[in-house]
């Protein structure tokens, strides 16, 4: 199946600094992109997502200049995390719409933890 | 209401039990379905997509029902390696964003 990489895959970094997170498709191209974002304990929760080339749609309540996303390419969407605080500590997780627009392929996360 | 809601669990069966979670979704109009499992702190992976018709796939059955908005999955001949959180998953109105419930917790002992 199609595989979708994210890097790094745990960071833990000082309260107001910001982390950049990649997604990247690796053996398919993606113009869709999606971000999700999971407290311990509570389901993934859509965050955002990413179109190649346009600009991010957010969900609501989810602040978009907080969480920059910028998907440059077809295989690489970036979402920063800017001055980020402990409560952005979460597990990140991207995904990748495949050729059957149904399918999703997840990458295997991101744990950030902000102290 | 939530848009996907789940019972938590955590279900706790003996290893070559039946298993059986449901799941009932607030959009009429979802045309998609899903069941996805989760290890802890790992991606979700895609355990199998739910067709109107119901479909199966080895030990695993998945059956939808529209005009009660809910869907199911039964697990049969539990294995030690099921234990995982099943996540029920809906696309909402065919944007391909994915609502994805709370989940269920299934523990098989040996």
């Known amino acids: 199946g199609a595989v979708v990489s994210q890097h790094p895959s745990w960071v833990i970094c000082k309260s107001g600094t910001s982390v950049k997170i990649e997604c990247r498709s690796l053996d398919f191209q993606a113009t869709t992109m999606f971000w999700y974002r999971q407290f311990p304990k509570q389901s993934l929760m859509l965050m955002a997502t990413?179109?190649?080339?346009?600009?991010?749609?957010?969900e609501q309540g989810v602040e978009k200049d907080k969480f920059l996303i910028n998907h440059a390419s077809l295989t690489l969407s970036t979402l920063t995390v800017t001055s980020a605080h402990p409560e952005d500590s979460s597990f990140y997780i991207c995904?990748?719409?495949?050729?059957?627009?149904?399918?999703?392929?997840f990458g295997p996360g991101t744990r950030l933890t902000v102290t | 209401r939530k848009e996907v809601e789940q019972d938590p669990g955590p279900f706790n069966v003996p290893e070559g039990a039946t298993v059986a979670f449901n799941c009932t979704y607030s959009n009429s109009a979802s045309q998609s379905f899903f069941w996805y499992r989760q290890d802890c702190r790992k991606e979700p992976k895609l355990l199998m997509s739910v067709y109107s018709s119901g479909n199966e796939d080895g030990r695993f059955t998945a059956q939808l029902n529209r005009a009660s908005q809910y869907i199911s999955l039964l697990i049969r001949d539990s294995k030690l390696s099921d234990s995982a959180t099943y996540l029920c998953?809906?696309?909402?109105?065919?944007?391909?964003?994915?609502?994805f419930g709370s989940g269920t917790r299934l523990l098989v002992r040996p």
């Open positions: 990413s179109n190649e080339g346009s600009k991010a749609t957010y």
């Open positions: 998953v809906v696309d909402m109105d065919s944007s391909y964003k994915l609502i």
């Open positions: 995904s990748a719409r495949g050729v059957r627009a149904y399918e999703q392929y």
